[in-house]
């Protein structure tokens, strides 16, 4: 697969909203695509039209994975000063796309053992990998795609997400005195969070949090008798010991309701190439029976999720090469 060829079919995939949710149309998109390329293809059905992308040409050693649902808004792709824009472009279709030619570049080298896997859901949940996991190929290795810098992550941050509910008594607000604002519990809680002294790791740093969510009260003149605030943070180590802390801060004031959760990973790293550690979460730890995972991809986390959200057309053609390397050495033999 040539660059030009690449580039195409990152847009095209780009071009097709699939917030998580509605992957339907890129799935098929995906699914049309390797077959046409002669693959074999299996969709893995998860909700609601929703469903995984699984292409192989033997029985793999080694699989490519990414996932290819986005975050909302979308929007277009458009190819501008050496760089593909658009929703998706780096997080994570133009890494789908890279593994694909990086598999094209195998198949050309007489490899067999490299499959892919295309995962729906990762930015809500994982509920593409957690059912991917039910049904491993025998693989001995992952390698997973998201936005590294086409760096190996030796370490990535877990994931704790907690919702906080206040509640009170419901008043006219010309007689306060006889109401229970929870609104005013949760800043309450809310501010005294800044004062805590949150777990680090020697590698990962300290443990960060962003309370991305609130909602309370029925109208400006009612006391508001329930407020709920949600919280994520981003952990290094035991999410146990954040959720101990979270609810003692929140005492008496909130109560703490566990909503999801996902592991601090120590990932595979090989020598000679560049790593890092990173601060987000990936599918890697829903995906344990598919092999020792590796993760790298191109692109930046810093612009995913943005308004300006792309990839260098550049670290693009550096996956390729890189994708394809790692499959064949982790398999075996270098192309």
């Known amino acids: 697969m040539d660059l030009q060829t690449q580039i195409r079919l990152t847009c095209e995939l780009v071009d097709i909203d ?64 050496g760089r593909v824009y658009g929703r998706g472009a780096c997080d994570a279709k133009g890494i789908a796309i890279a593994q694909l030619a990086a598999l094209e570049r195998l198949r050309a080298a007489g490899r067999r053992d490299v499959a892919l896997l295309f995962l729906v859901g990762e930015e809500r949940g994982s509920d593409g990998a957690r059912l991917a996991n039910t049904r491993p190929p ?56 800044r004062g805590v002294e ?5 590698d990962l740093g300290t443990t960060t949090y962003t309370v991305g969510m609130i909602d309370g009260g029925v109208a400006p003149n009612v006391v508001p008798a329930a407020a709920v605030a949600e919280v994520l943070f981003r952990t290094v180590g035991d999410p146990a010991v954040i959720r101990e802390q979270l609810a003692r801060v929140a005492a008496p004031l909130a109560a703490v309701e566990d909503v999801f959760q996902v592991p601090v990973i120590r990932l595979k790293t090989l020598e000679g190439y560049p790593s890092d550690v990173f601060n987000f979460t990936t599918d890697v730890p829903f995906l344990d029976r598919w092999g020792t995972p590796l993760l790298v991809g191109p692109g930046s986390i810093t612009v995913a999720h943005t308004a300006d959200e792309h990839v260098e057309i550049a670290d693009l053609e550096q996956a390729v090469e ?12 270098p192309v």
């Open 18 to 81: 699939s917030t998580t949710g509605q992957e339907g149309d890129a799935g098929r998109f995906l699914v049309d695509l390797l077959k046409s390329l002669g693959y074999q293809v299996e969709e893995q059905p998860v909700a609601d039209g929703r469903f995984n992308v699984y292409a192989r040409l033997g029985d793999p050693a080694v699989v490519l994975s990414t996932h290819y649902d986005c975050v909302p808004p979308f929007f277009a792709s458009r190819v501008e000063n």
């Open 198 to 202: 949150w777990p680090s790791d020697p």
């Open 138 to 193: 025998g693989s001995r290795f992952l390698i997973n795609g998201e936005p590294t810098g086409n760096r190996l992550a030796r370490a990535t941050r877990g994931l704790y997400r907690a919702r906080l509910h206040a509640t009170g008594r419901a008043a006219h607000t010309s007689q306060p005195e006889l109401g229970e604002s929870a609104i005013e519990k949760l800043v309450d809680v809310i501010v005294a969070l």
């Open 322 to 333: 890189l994708y394809a390397d790692l499959a064949a050495r982790l398999a075996g033999e």
